[in-house]
């Protein structure tokens, strides 16, 4: 590990982030340069992750994540010329929960403003009740028993209302009924301290822990698909994330323990190969390289395995669409995505299972463009891959923004003084 992470200068520390994307196949670091309404990319890298450092997306060796990270990050500063302090981690797994908790308060005197303290307080009966159904949840979920404490990593106000009316913040306003709407991600604390054993075992001080699909979500939605809303797949190593843009604002985030490193073993099984193998047969696959015998073979291979992964995905929209209609716009990206056979039958094959949509779904692949409020300087980031660690950027970079907003920063301050991150 690094001796010298913290000779920064000031200006360095204060101007420049890191982000931190820790997968299940490769650690990616970005280190980001902030301007006036977005982000610059300075530094990039990936780095191999040892194999049994994650499990189901979620740290299980803290050591051999630090390894990977501590290579990640340097390479990202040796190419930025920089070394922030600072750091953005994503956070995903099959125990990861983000949901969104509405509740409407009859207020007993409308005549008068609303006060911090009366939206503090609605704000903590979200909190407890969100609490309350993750831990449910995941209790249920998890086969084999508890899964211990749950914390509240991610806290965001998606909707206010005075009367019906939509209110950036309803402190002053006036008013008999007051609605509020707040995203909560909620996870293991195991799992988090592991996130925060990392960061500081590397000298960073964390920013910010965020659901990668709701940052997925906010960095690639525009304003006409915020409103019409849409379904966003990040296809990783061992992970598969799905967040469900509904109703104006990311209703539910889920994942699920499938992804890229299945087709990886099933091409190495099948055809007596090591993984690093299978794995550059499979990109060769996915880059159309690969001779038309060889083609046909691994097409074969890999299909029964794009068939569970789609089943899979349909299990987890069901849930998130609650018998509720979904939007027929499904936005894929991630390593996973990069397999050909997946993108071809994704919305033939949610579609044939019944779920609630009034149309075909259509899948779209997205790629670094396609992420608002952040500039690549380096020209290293071009794949599907690349799309989640950027997400993480952008989301961090609008928060800021939202901080800096002086008709939100009332909210922001009560969010805060929550101790919400």
Not at 308 to 314: C, G, N, R, S
Not at 391 to 401: I, Q, T
């Amino acid at each position: 590990m690094t001796q010298f992470r913290f000779l920064r200068t000031r200006d360095d520390y204060y101007r420049h982030f890191t982000v931190l994307d820790i997968g299940t196949d490769l650690v990616k670091a970005l280190v980001v340069r902030r301007e006036a309404t977005h982000g610059v990319i300075l530094g990039v890298s990936r780095e191999p992750q040892h194999p049994d450092a994650l499990v189901g997306g979620v740290i299980a060796d803290v050591g051999l994540v630090i390894e990977a990270c501590n290579r990640a990050l340097e390479a990202a500063e040796d190419m930025a010329g920089t070394v922030p302090g600072q750091a953005v981690v994503g956070i995903a797994g099959e125990l990861v929960r983000g949901f969104s908790s509405s509740i409407t308060y009859p207020r007993e005197r409308p005549a008068e403003r609303v006060r911090e303290a009366e939206l503090k307080s609605m704000l903590q009966l979200v909190e407890h009740r969100a609490l309350r159904e993750a831990q449910h949840l995941l209790e249920m979920e998890r086969a084999y028993g508890e899964v211990g404490e749950v914390r509240l990593v991610q806290s965001a106000i998606t909707q206010v209302r005075i009367d019906g009316y939509p209110v950036t913040s309803p402190v002053g306003f006036q008013g008999r009924n007051l609605e509020l709407t707040v995203f909560n991600t909620f996870a293991p604390a195991s799992h988090v301290r592991a996130i925060e054993a990392v960061a500081r075992e590397l000298d960073l001080e964390l920013a910010a822990v965020v659901s990668q699909p709701y940052a997925l979500a906010r960095a690639t939605a525009d304003d006409e698909l915020w409103e019409r809303g849409g379904i966003f797949v990040d296809i990783g190593g061992g992970t598969t994330n799905v967040a469900l843009l509904r109703g104006g604002g990311v209703e539910g985030v889920r994942m699920f323990n499938l992804g890229g490193q299945t087709f990886t073993r099933r091409l190495g099984a099948e055809m007596g190969l090591s993984y690093q193998e299978a794995e550059a047969r499979k990109l060769r696959h996915s880059e159309g390289l690969l001779a038309p015998d060889e083609e046909y073979v691994v097409t074969q291979l890999l299909m029964a395995d794009v068939e569970v992964l789609l089943q899979a995905l349909a299990l987890c929209l069901r849930e998130l669409a609650r018998g509720e209609l979904l939007p027929p716009d499904l936005y894929v990206c991630g390593g996973g995505s990069l397999v050909p056979e997946l993108m071809e039958e994704l919305g033939r094959a949610v579609w044939a299972e019944g779920l609630p949509f009034d149309q075909q779904p259509r899948a779209y692949l997205l790629g670094p463009t396609d992420v608002r409020g952040v500039v690549d300087t380096t020209g290293q980031l071009t794949s599907p891959q690349d799309v989640g660690p950027m997400g993480l950027a952008s989301h961090a970079l609008r928060v800021e923004a939202e901080e800096r907003d002086q008709v939100s920063s009332v909210m922001r301050g009560v969010l805060k003084g929550m101790r919400v991150s």
